[in-house]
């Protein structure tokens, strides 16, 4: 699929996209890893952001899922780490607690976008 790819400006080359996502709950973590693959996307996926920050950073190409409640280093902090990088992907935070927490959460990272759970298809397909 030709949306499947874009350029990737710190290498300057034009890649194949790759989702990551970053979910502790199995459940959620498998349903998105199966949308997105369906649709023709690589996806590599964790349990919590230890295991994405020892994998090593993401092209800026990529796009990462990272839910606010994970356990370990919390989402927000892993998002922070992302943001940081010399060339960083394109992050979505996901998170099914309560609009007041997430606000808390979010105060430090302006502009991010935002899915509550449940998630919708819709609302993945839009953010890849």
Aim: glycine letters at 8%; aromatic letters at 4%; zero cysteines.
């Amino acid at each position: 699929m030709p949306w499947t790819r874009r350029e990737d400006p710190a290498r300057g080359t034009r890649r194949a996209v790759r989702i990551h996502i970053v979910e502790d709950d199995y459940a959620v973590r498998d349903s998105l890893t199966e949308l997105v693959s369906s649709l023709g996307f690589s996806v590599r996926a964790y349990a919590d952001g230890e295991s994405l920050i020892r994998s090593g950073p993401p092209s800026s190409a990529d796009v990462v899922f990272v839910d606010l409640g994970l356990p370990g280093i919390p989402g927000q902090e892993v998002i922070a780490w992302l943001r940081r990088l010399d060339a960083p992907p394109r992050v979505v935070a996901i998170s099914g607690r309560s609009i007041v927490d997430i606000e808390k959460m979010l105060e430090d990272l302006p502009g991010l976008p935002l899915l509550r759970k449940p998630l919708e298809a819709e609302s993945i397909v839009a953010h890849l």
